[in-house]
C-alpha cells in the first residue's frame, strides 16, 4: 500500500519558534509537494521539488523553505513562525512529470501557532 | 485570474443521486481532478478528466466539457460513508494544479 507519512498530527507552537515539518514516501516518487489548506480556500501549493536537492516555489513560499536531502524526504521549515501560519499542511508526492499525475496525500499536519 | 467554482456545501438523502458541479476559468487546461476528503484524513483521488465525456467509475462518474468550462462529478446509490469533502482541480498550461475550495457533501439517512 502507497504511504506518505507526514511527522506530527498536530502541533502547538509559539510565535518566534522554528518548526520543522517532515514528510516521507515510500513510493520511489520524484516529485513531492507541501500545501496549506484553511476553510473556505482552495488547496495553497508552498514548495514542490521534481527532484533529490531540487525546489521551486510555490504560490505562497513567504515565511516557509524546505529540503530535500533524500528522495523519500521533504521537510518543510518555518524559520520564526507567526500566528497567520495557523493551518492544515498536507504534504502531497506523484510519479511522473510534474503534477500530470495522481497526487498521493499524507494525512496532515495542523499546526497552531500562539 | 484563475479561478475554480464549487457549491460550499450540499446535502442529499442515503440511497440518493447527487451531483457536485465545477466551474473552472484557468490560463490552458491540461486535465480536471476530483479528490475525496473525508474530514480529518487525507485527499484521495476519484477521477482524471482530459477530454470531452463521461468516465464511470462504480458509483463514480465524472463528467467534462472543456468548451464550457466545467466538470461535475456524479455520485448514484449514496452511502453514508460518501459523506466527505469533494475537491475540484484543474491542470493549467504550465500544468501547476488550481484547486477549488471543495463542496461538503452531507449524507442523511
Known amino acids: 500500500d502507497v504511504k506518505v507519512t507526514q511527522s506530527s498530527r498536530y502541533l502547538v507552537k509559539r510565535t518566534g519558534e522554528k518548526v520543522f515539518l517532515e514528510c516521507v514516501q515510500d513510493m520511489d516518487h520524484e516529485n513531492m509537494f507541501w500545501y496549506r489548506q484553511d476553510p473556505g480556500l482552495g488547496l495553497r501549493l508552498i514548495y514542490f521539488?521534481?527532484?533529490?536537492?531540487?525546489?521551486e516555489k510555490g504560490d505562497i513560499p513567504e515565511g516557509y523553505s524546505v529540503s530535500r536531502e533524500k528522495k523519500e524526504r521533504f521537510s518543510l521549515i518555518l524559520e520564526s513562525a507567526s500566528t497567520n501560519q495557523t493551518s492544515m499542511y498536507l504534504c502531497?508526492?506523484?510519479?511522473?512529470?510534474?503534477?500530470?499525475?495522481?497526487?498521493?496525500f499524507g494525512e496532515g499536519s495542523r499546526l497552531t501557532v500562539l | 485570474g484563475q479561478n475554480i467554482d464549487q457549491p460550499t456545501e450540499m446535502t442529499a438523502t442515503e440511497g440518493a443521486i447527487v451531483q457536485i458541479n465545477c466551474t473552472y476559468q484557468?490560463?490552458?487546461?491540461?486535465?480536471l481532478f476530483w479528490y475525496q476528503q473525508h474530514a480529518g484524513e487525507a485527499p484521495t483521488f476519484l477521477s482524471y478528466n482530459v477530454l470531452d465525456g463521461l468516465e464511470e467509475k462504480g458509483r463514480f462518474s465524472s463528467f467534462l466539457s472543456r468548451s464550457k468550462g466545467y466538470s461535475y462529478l456524479l455520485l448514484k446509490e449514496l452511502q453514508m460513508k460518501d459523506s466527505a469533502s469533494y475537491l475540484c482541480a484543474v491542470l493549467d498550461s504550465n500544468y501547476q494544479l488550481i484547486w477549488g475550495a471543495g463542496t461538503k457533501l452531507i449524507i442523511k439517512p
Open positions: 521539488s521534481y527532484d533529490v536537492k531540487m525546489k
Open positions: 484557468t490560463s490552458g487546461f491540461n486535465g
Open positions: 502531497a508526492s506523484s510519479s511522473g512529470q510534474g503534477t500530470t499525475g495522481e497526487l498521493f
